[in-house]
């Protein structure tokens, strides 16, 4: 079965500075990988996907990912934190059936 | 085009309760999903539906929990005589077709078993 696993439950940036959110899968098929974002209280919002088109895939807000199948990770990036990014983050496989696997989770904090 | 839509957005019961949520997927789409989320953790799968069709409940607990899609109206996940471990938030998303899609989430109802 495919899974995710995404390291360090709370990530503190300070705003301006790089963020990168770190995610490594395991599956046994070519995988489709996702990154959504979770504000309080609301439901997921799709940042981007990879779907083995571009291994570098852009998304919305800034936000970017690269599909590295050497080291089987999917790390999400943006050059420049701002204190709006303060929200959850999911990585996420496609599992049989178009079911999604998801990581624990990233708590971004941004300081001013 | 309106969003995922998930009714009540809040709801409560006490232990020995029903709990009864509903998801009214995207327009045109005919796959919905629905994802129970802990604290912190992340979201778990539970249950793949297509109308009048269940496709998938490997994640589903065996007892206590179904769900439904008929014809016509919305995705039903029902929660019988509910304990306090079932307190979460509980998406639903939906799809136009399989095959890898994205999937669109709704914003959520969140269970509190008092």
């Known amino acids: 079965a495919q899974s995710v696993t995404q390291l360090g439950s709370h990530v503190s940036v300070s705003e301006g500075a790089l963020v990168l959110l770190r995610c490594n899968y395991s599956?046994?098929?070519?995988?489709?990988l996702f990154w959504y974002v979770q504000y309080p209280n609301q439901g997921l919002q799709l940042l981007l996907k990879?779907?083995?088109?571009?291994?570098l895939v852009k998304g919305i807000n800034d936000f970017e990912a690269e599909f590295k199948k050497s080291e089987t990770s999917f790390h999400l990036t943006k050059p420049s934190a701002h204190m709006s990014d303060a929200a959850e983050y999911f990585c996420a496989v496609s599992e049989t059936n178009n079911r999604l696997a998801f990581g624990k989770g990233n708590q971004v904090v941004v300081i001013p | 085009n309106a969003g995922v839509m998930q009714n009540p957005r809040h709801l409560v019961r006490r232990r020995g309760q029903e709990a009864r949520l509903r998801c009214s997927p995207m327009?045109?789409?005919?796959?919905v999903y629905w994802y129970r989320q802990l604290p912190e953790e992340g979201l778990k799968f539970m249950v793949y539906?297509?109308?009048?069709?269940?496709?998938?409940e490997s994640g589903m607990p065996k007892e206590r929990f179904s769900a439904e899609f008929p014809k016509e109206g919305p995705s039903i996940l029902r929660i019988q005589q509910v304990v306090r471990g079932d307190s979460a938030a509980y998406f639903c998303?939906?799809?136009?077709?399989?095959?890898?899609?994205?999937?669109?989430f709704g914003p959520g109802t969140r269970l509190t078993v008092l």
């Open positions: 998303a939906s799809s136009p077709r399989t095959a890898y899609n994205e999937q669109f």
């Open positions: 539906l297509q109308k009048e069709n269940i496709i998938d």
């Open positions: 327009k045109g789409h005919s796959h």
């Open positions: 990879y779907t083995s088109a571009a291994t």
């Open positions: 599956s046994s098929v070519p995988p489709y």
